[in-house]
Every structure is written in structure tokens, then in C-alpha cells.
């Protein structure tokens, strides 16, 4: 397999399942983390590496080192293996599920930002998604009348924060997931809501038009529900490891133990909430988004650009999602082709250092 962000919390995941299932690693992709990469080509022995920059090339040990965005297109287009697993984060990750579709190759794709942002131009046909809630979905589907589908959040680090107190949180304070271990933009994500924005989206365009939505289970033991037409709801259980979603996206029969089972009596109880705008802004556009899915292009660069400056100290944790609603309602232009996605990123992003 190709993988693409194998230095990163799906990543590292996806190399211990690809080790389980005896999966050859043709090509490693990463940004910084050096040390990492050079603990992986030890183990996996790739054929070629990509780095994010030049600099790192000389501190990799590998005879066959590349760098940059274009060479990780190269090394799809170059590749002999049939999956890509593109475990990058951001809109970066665009341009190589698109190359990698373009090439025939089948996509495990954790890249969520690939579908917010391009999903009307890029057919799912190849596509497994590595995503609990989405995983979920494809898991509870059934030859049904499905009447809607729910995922689920955990809410996020400040789901139970006195609301006036959230203006001021700092980067550290968003990182405190209650459930997961993951990335830094996503775990920013999940604290604005964006993350089950996003999600929604994602089913979206892997699911079909139908009725989508969202609510918190504050355990992230369940992760999706499908309501059939005939009455009766189904529940995806399973313990918070995205092996699980990975397993099958890498391999389609998993009949061995990925996960220890939920052992509800240990569990006891769940508790669900409902999403409200008032602790998390940004679910106000939410239907509208819903009904035009093809302005996930804007809320994408919006928040990427918003999370920028946030780390950046420049603005605080709240103005992300008033960013986010005012790029939402300035740029109400629907992109007609991919090259009209890559313009408006570019666009939106300025807007917001600009005006933001
Ligand atoms: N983590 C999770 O449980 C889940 C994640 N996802 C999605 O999966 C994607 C990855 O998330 P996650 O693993 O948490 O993120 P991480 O930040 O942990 O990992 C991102 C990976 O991308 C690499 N990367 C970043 N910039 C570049 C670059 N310019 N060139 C090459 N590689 C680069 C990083 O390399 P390095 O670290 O070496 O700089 C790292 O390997 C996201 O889209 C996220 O939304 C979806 C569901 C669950
Ligand atoms: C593990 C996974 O799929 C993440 O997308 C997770 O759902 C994030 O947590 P939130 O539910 O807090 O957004
Ligand atoms: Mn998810």
C-alpha cells in the first residue's frame, strides 16, 4: 500500500494494521517527524519516501528520498499498489485522493477535508472511509428503507466548560479530547463542532441525498444509528479505536478480534445531548450547508485559515467559528469544476487574513 501521513495518529494506526494483515509498504509519506519516519522505514522497509520539505531529506535513512507536494502525486502515479491510504490532514490532502482515483487506485480515506471541500467533483465508488461515525454507517447499512442516519460527538474538550469561559481557551486547552487520541486539527475540530460539520458532509456525498444529522453521546461508544422506515433504529457499538474502521478499509474480511467488545455492564449508562448553537456557533449554518454541501469548499479554507491564526495567537478560540459563519455568508458562489474548488480556497483563505 501506498500511505500517505504514516507519521500521524491514523497513520500510525494504519501500520500496525497493515503489519496484522501482512499488507506490503510500497511508500511512506510524512511532513517533520523524521524520527518517526526512520523507526517505520526500519520496520516496513518502503521502496520510497516523502518528506515535507527538503531540509529533512539528508537526516532520512533511505537511498530513494523525495519531497514536496508534487512528489507525493508522483509516487502515487508511480506506484504498483492498488491502495492508497490517505492519512494526511487538511485540504493538502486533496490533490492526492484525486490522483489517486485518477490512477484506479481504491482510496482509505481518513482525509475527510478531500470530501468536505471537492466532494461534488470526486466519485466515492473507490472509496472506504476511514472515519468511526462513517465506518459505522457502512457497517449498520442494509438492503432497507433507511428513513435518516445519525452519527455521534463526543462533544469535544469543552462540552461541559461554562459557555462565556470558552472565548478564552487556549491551544492546549482544545487538545483535551474526553474520548479519543488524535491529530491537533482534528481535536481543534471536534472542540468547535467542525469535526461533526464535516462528518455530515462526508456521509453526504459517500452516502447519497437523505436525511443526515448529529448528536452527542458523550462516551463515543456508539458511533452511528440508522433509523429504518419501518421503526426500528440500529446502533454501531464499538470501543474508541480507529483500528476497527481501518481493518476494513485496508481488508475486507475481518473475521479475527480488531477490538475488545463494549462490555455494557462495565459501561452502565449512556448519556446523549443535543448539539445547540449556543455552545457550538458554527451548527447554526449547519442545515443550509446540509441543503448546499457544495459550500463545504468555503467552511473548509475558512477554518483551516481560522485555525492557523488562532495558533498563531492572533485571534482567540471563539472567533474560528465567527469566521467561519462570516466567510459561510460571503461567499455564496458554488464552485462548477475541481480548478473552481482550488480558486476559491485561495480566496477564502486570504479573506480571512484579511478581514478576519
Ligand atoms: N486521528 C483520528 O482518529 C482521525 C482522523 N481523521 C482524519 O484523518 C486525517 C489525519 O488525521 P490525524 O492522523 O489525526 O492527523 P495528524 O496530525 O496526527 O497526522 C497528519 C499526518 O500528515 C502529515 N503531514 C502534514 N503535513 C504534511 C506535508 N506538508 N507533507 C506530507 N505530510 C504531511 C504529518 O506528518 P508529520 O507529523 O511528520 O509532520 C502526519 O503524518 C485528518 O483529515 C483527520 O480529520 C478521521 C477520523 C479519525
Ligand atoms: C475518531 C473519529 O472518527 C473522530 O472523527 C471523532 O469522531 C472525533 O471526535 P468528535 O466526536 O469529538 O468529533
Ligand atoms: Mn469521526
Given at each position: 500500500?501506498?500511505?500517505l501521513?504514516?507519521?500521524?495518529?491514523?497513520?500510525?494506526?494504519?501500520?500496525?494494521?497493515?503489519?496484522?494483515?501482512?499488507?506490503?509498504?510500497?511508500?511512506?509519506?510524512?511532513?517533520?517527524?523524521?524520527?518517526?519516519?526512520?523507526?517505520?522505514?526500519?520496520?516496513?522497509?518502503p521502496?520510497?519516501?516523502v518528506?515535507?520539505?527538503?531540509?529533512?531529506?539528508?537526516d532520512?535513512?533511505?537511498?530513494?528520498?523525495?519531497?514536496?507536494?508534487d512528489?507525493?502525486?508522483?509516487v502515487?502515479?508511480?506506484?504498483?499498489?492498488?491502495?492508497?491510504?490517505?492519512?494526511?490532514?487538511?485540504?493538502?490532502?486533496?490533490?492526492?485522493?484525486?490522483?489517486?482515483?485518477?490512477?484506479g487506485?481504491?482510496?482509505?480515506?481518513?482525509?475527510?477535508?478531500?470530501?468536505?471541500?471537492?466532494?461534488?467533483?470526486?466519485?466515492?465508488?473507490?472509496?472506504?472511509?476511514?472515519?468511526?461515525e462513517?465506518?459505522?454507517?457502512?457497517?449498520?447499512?442494509?438492503?432497507?428503507?433507511?428513513?435518516?442516519?445519525?452519527?455521534?460527538?463526543?462533544?469535544?474538550?469543552?462540552?461541559?466548560?461554562?459557555?462565556?469561559?470558552?472565548?478564552?481557551?487556549?491551544?492546549?486547552?482544545?487538545?483535551?479530547?474526553?474520548?479519543w487520541?488524535?491529530?491537533?486539527?482534528?481535536?481543534?475540530?471536534?472542540?468547535?463542532?467542525?469535526?461533526?460539520?464535516?462528518?455530515?458532509?462526508?456521509?453526504?456525498?459517500?452516502?447519497?441525498?437523505?436525511?443526515?444529522?448529529?448528536?452527542i453521546?458523550?462516551?463515543?461508544?456508539i458511533?452511528?444509528?440508522?433509523?429504518?422506515?419501518?421503526?426500528?433504529t440500529?446502533?454501531?457499538f464499538?470501543?474508541?479505536?480507529?483500528?476497527?474502521?481501518?481493518?476494513?478499509?485496508?481488508?475486507?474480511?475481518c473475521?479475527?478480534?480488531?477490538?475488545?467488545?463494549?462490555?455494557?455492564?462495565?459501561?452502565?449508562?449512556?448519556?446523549?445531548?443535543?448539539?445547540t448553537?449556543?455552545?457550538?456557533?458554527?451548527?447554526?449554518?449547519?442545515?443550509?450547508?446540509?441543503?448546499?454541501?457544495?459550500?463545504?469548499?468555503?467552511?473548509?479554507?475558512?477554518?483551516?485559515?481560522?485555525?492557523?491564526?488562532?495558533?498563531?495567537?492572533?485571534?482567540?478560540?471563539?472567533?474560528?467559528?465567527?469566521?467561519?459563519?462570516?466567510?459561510?455568508?460571503?461567499?455564496?458562489?458554488?464552485?462548477?469544476?475541481?480548478?473552481d474548488?482550488?480558486?476559491?480556497?485561495?480566496?477564502?483563505?486570504?479573506?480571512?487574513?484579511?478581514?478576519?
Amino acid at each position: 500500500m501506498v500511505l500517505l501521513g504514516s507519521t500521524g495518529s491514523i497513520g500510525v494506526n494504519a501500520l500496525i494494521v497493515a503489519k496484522k494483515f501482512g499488507i506490503e509498504v510500497e511508500v511512506l509519506v510524512c511532513g517533520n517527524n523524521i524520527q518517526l519516519l526512520n523507526e517505520q522505514i526500519q520496520e516496513h522497509n518502503p521502496k520510497v519516501v516523502v518528506v515535507g520539505n527538503q531540509d529533512a531529506v539528508k537526516d532520512v535513512r533511505h537511498s530513494n528520498v523525495l519531497w514536496g507536494e508534487d512528489a507525493i502525486l508522483e509516487v502515487i502515479e508511480a506506484s504498483k499498489s492498488e491502495l492508497v491510504v490517505n492519512a494526511l490532514v487538511g485540504f493538502l490532502g486533496l490533490r492526492p485522493t484525486l490522483k489517486a482515483l485518477e490512477c484506479g487506485k481504491k482510496v482509505a480515506l481518513a482525509n475527510k477535508e478531500s470530501l468536505v471541500a471537492g466532494g461534488a467533483f470526486i466519485d466515492t465508488a473507490k472509496i472506504q472511509p476511514i472515519d468511526s461515525e462513517h465506518f459505522g454507517l457502512w457497517y449498520l447499512l442494509q438492503d432497507r428503507a433507511v428513513e435518516k442516519m445519525t452519527i455521534t460527538a463526543s462533544g469535544g474538550a469543552f462540552r461541559d466548560w461554562v459557555i462565556e469561559d470558552i472565548h478564552n481557551a487556549t491551544l492546549e486547552d482544545t487538545q483535551r479530547h474526553p474520548n479519543w487520541s488524535m491529530g491537533q486539527k482534528i481535536t481543534i475540530d471536534s472542540a468547535t463542532m467542525v469535526n461533526k460539520m464535516f462528518e455530515l458532509l462526508e456521509a453526504r456525498w459517500l452516502f447519497g441525498e437523505g436525511q443526515y444529522d448529529a448528536i452527542i453521546e458523550t462516551k463515543s461508544l456508539i458511533h452511528a444509528l440508522i433509523d429504518y422506515k419501518d421503526g426500528s433504529t440500529t446502533a454501531h457499538f464499538a470501543n474508541a479505536s480507529m483500528q476497527l474502521p481501518i481493518a476494513y478499509a485496508l481488508n475486507k474480511n475481518c473475521n479475527e478480534k480488531i477490538l475488545d467488545h463494549v462490555n455494557l455492564l462495565e459501561v452502565g449508562s449512556l448519556e446523549f445531548r443535543k448539539i445547540t448553537p449556543e455552545r457550538y456557533p458554527v451548527w447554526e449554518i449547519k442545515e443550509d450547508l446540509l441543503k448546499n454541501p457544495e459550500y463545504g469548499v468555503v467552511v473548509n479554507a475558512a477554518n483551516e485559515a481560522s485555525i492557523e491564526r488562532f495558533i498563531a495567537k492572533e485571534i482567540c478560540f471563539t472567533d474560528i467559528s465567527k469566521n467561519i459563519i462570516k466567510a459561510y455568508n460571503h461567499f455564496k458562489v458554488k464552485p462548477k469544476s475541481i480548478e473552481d474548488v482550488f480558486a476559491l480556497d485561495k480566496e477564502v483563505r486570504a479573506f480571512i487574513h484579511a478581514n478576519c
